[in-house]
């Protein structure tokens, strides 16, 4: 298991990024406010008809907050199964995912 944490400023928001990387899966959190949001599993998929297959495993259902982990595992390639905890502000932005995108990216 490798686990790694750092932070950063996002839209004037403290963001925490914690990572947990086991043989075939990877856990995220990325919170603003130290508490865990809304869990969701990731797993790739191979069929031609599905890229992906993402299920809320605990919390609200947000198609909003969907839209942006599906955008972030495309965007690290995430090649295996994944777990994340996502609690953001309401406000956040295109800018931020791009910045939520480019930390998880040098953690993993």
Not at 64 to 81: E, G, K, Q, Y
């Amino acid at each position: 298991m490798v686990f790694k944490n750092t932070a950063a400023l996002l839209d004037g928001v403290n963001t925490e990024f914690i990572v947990s990387i086991f043989e075939d899966t990877i856990f995220i959190v990325i919170t603003q406010n130290s508490k865990l949001g809304t869990l969701y599993l990731f797993k790739p998929e191979c069929s031609k008809d599905q890229e992906y297959d993402l299920q809320v495993l605990f919390g609200r259902e947000d198609d909003n907050l969907t839209s942006m982990v599906v955008s972030l595992m495309r965007a690290i390639n995430i090649d295996r199964r994944a777990i994340i905890s996502l609690m953001l502000d309401n406000t956040y932005t295109i800018r931020t995912i791009r910045a939520i995108e480019e930390v998880l990216s040098k953690l993993i």
